[in-house]
């Protein structure tokens, strides 16, 4: 394949990245087999030979986005009859242990493993380690606890594990877990989001909500933890004006409290919502008629309180691999849910479009009876979200 001048330092460039990334994996690999040095060896099978005991998950240097996405998995197991052990961050701490499907939360520094006191449980699951980024974290991890059994998903390295379960092609990030349940000897064909809003939050918003005219309620939620997925100050007033103007509503915005702070104006009827705690901000959203979110943990947890949801997913692969796309694997599930996508060609996104999926779904769901008992269970698989690629 012959290259012209005009395209022959891209050419360059992207052999240039393909060389660093290449290089960069084999160090990871070297640092995975160093760490593992001192794990046993494990016997490799099929499934795990034992009735119900406690099962541990690392959840470290991950989102409170994909905690939700696994309470449901952790909602089967406790009432299976296991004992759900997570071990986490500070700064997940408070959610972790507002969870009812949690029974021991474990706080770890990331950056001083080795300080964690020895943890005793039956079977470790690393349930991210087909995440690049992740899998040393969850070698490291398996250090420091006594267990009898471990099972990775993914991962390169599979000598610690004594079941390593291989991704399915373009899975959804339950799909893993019902591989998992499986493994356990219980199948599921669905597994749904699991929250339980706090009375005390609960009762938090109910007073706030006292205050104001009885309105369609829609949370806005604009700010993610990357610029890419984070609208801009345009975007927002843009939307809200038009929103505005097409529905009769009070729009509560929820965000960290540095990123609601950009906001210094806000329209009548729009509220900024600088809570202390994510429970308020679940709790808020459980009271939502409309809830819009980029990409980010709102977008789960109204998954997982079965709202009608607008979500905006921005497209970007993981581990460089285009075979792991985030808006497949994250991608929100439900009756009442739309999908936007967009990428680094399609920004700034269309506020029209955004508009026109919040009025289709808050008019469908207006045709639907839906069971809010159905939250949380296996069941029929959900309805796929509807889709829309902004051009």
Request: glycine content about 4%.
């Amino acid at each position: 394949m012959s290259l012209s001048l005009s395209e022959l330092p891209g050419a360059l460039k992207r052999l240039n990245r393909q060389r660093n990334r290449y290089l960069h994996e084999q160090k990871r690999r070297i640092r995975l087999v160093l760490s593992a040095m001192l794990l046993r060896s494990a016997n490799k099978h099929e499934k795990i030979p034992q009735a119900p005991q406690r099962v541990v998950f690392p959840f470290v240097n991950l989102g409170i986005g994909d905690a939700v996405c696994h309470t449901g998995l952790w909602r089967k197991l406790k009432d299976l009859g296991y004992r759900v052990q997570i071990i986490a961050e500070t700064r997940s701490e408070v959610f972790f242990k507002g969870l009812d499907c949690v029974d021991d939360v474990f706080i770890v520094d990331i950056n001083h493993i080795d300080r964690l006191e020895k943890i005793d449980s039956d079977i470790v699951i690393s349930m991210y380690s087909w995440m690049q980024r992740k899998e040393l974290l969850e070698i490291k991890l398996l250090s420091r606890i006594n267990y009898s059994y471990a099972i990775s998903i993914g991962g390169w390295l599979k000598r610690p594990y004594h079941i390593t379960l291989d991704l399915p092609d373009n899975f959804h990030i339950t799909d893993p877990q019902k591989q998992l349940l499986a493994a356990l000897g219980h199948p599921c064909n669905t597994l749904r989001y699991w929250l339980n809003p706090s009375s005390f939050s609960d009762a938090f918003i109910k007073d706030c909500l006292q205050k104001y005219a009885k309105k369609t309620l829609i949370v806005l939620s604009p700010f993610a933890s990357v610029s890419e997925r984070t609208m801009t100050r345009q975007q927002i007033f843009d939307l809200i004006a038009k929103l505005q103007h097409s529905v009769d509503c009070n729009i509560f915005i929820t965000g960290e409290k540095h990123q609601l702070a950009t906001l210094d104006h806000a329209s009548a009827n729009v509220f900024i919502c600088a809570f202390d705690s994510l429970w308020h901000t679940i709790s808020l959203v459980n009271k939502a008629d409309l809830v819009i979110s980029v990409e980010t943990a709102i977008v789960h947890v109204a998954c997982a309180l079965n709202k009608k949801l607008v979500s905006i997913f921005y497209s970007t692969n993981i581990n460089y691999n285009d075979a792991l796309q985030s808006n497949t694997i994250f991608k929100p599930i439900g009756e009442n849910v739309r999908k936007i996508i967009v990428n680094r060609t399609t920004l700034p996104f269309d506020t029209d479009k955004v508009l026109q999926a919040s009025l289709a779904t808050l008019a469908a769901a207006d045709r639907l009876a839906v069971d809010p008992a159905s939250s949380g269970n296996c069941s029929s698989e959900p309805l796929e979200p509807a889709t829309v690629a902004d051009s």
